[in-house]
């Protein structure tokens, strides 16, 4: 069972907590992230089950504002008593030259 989600530097979530509990209801305005939580979580399941880090996690991913640091990801699992399983940790930095926007 997920026990805990922690994401940094993913589109708008920075320094983002989340620690489900057996029934959730995700409520929020537009924009607040909502959906970004569950892209976050599929680039991880995509990045595990062998995707490259480019294509799970392409640059769009990052925010605008903070393209330096890495993006942060981290799993905790447990056990349906809440007991700690394992944890998962992933942490990717990149180097952008610059960003440019045409039009």
């Given at each position: 069972m997920l026990?805990?989600?922690y994401v940094d530097n993913f589109k708008c979530l920075q320094k983002f907590e989340f620690k489900p509990e057996?029934?959730?209801?995700i409520l929020g305005r537009n924009g607040s992230g909502k959906s970004t939580l569950f892209d976050a979580l599929q680039s991880?399941?995509?990045?595990?089950?062998?995707?490259?880090?480019?294509?799970a996690l392409p640059l769009e991913t990052l925010p605008w504002?903070?393209?330096?640091?890495?993006?942060?990801?981290?799993?905790?699992?447990?056990?349906e008593g809440g007991a700690p399983l394992s944890s998962y940790s992933l942490a990717l930095g990149r180097t952008i030259a610059s960003r440019s926007s045409s039009g």
């Open positions: 026990q805990r989600v057996r029934v959730n209801l991880v399941v995509r990045l595990v089950t062998g995707e490259s880090p480019a294509a504002w903070d393209s330096q640091r890495p993006q942060v990801f981290e799993l905790d699992f447990g056990d």
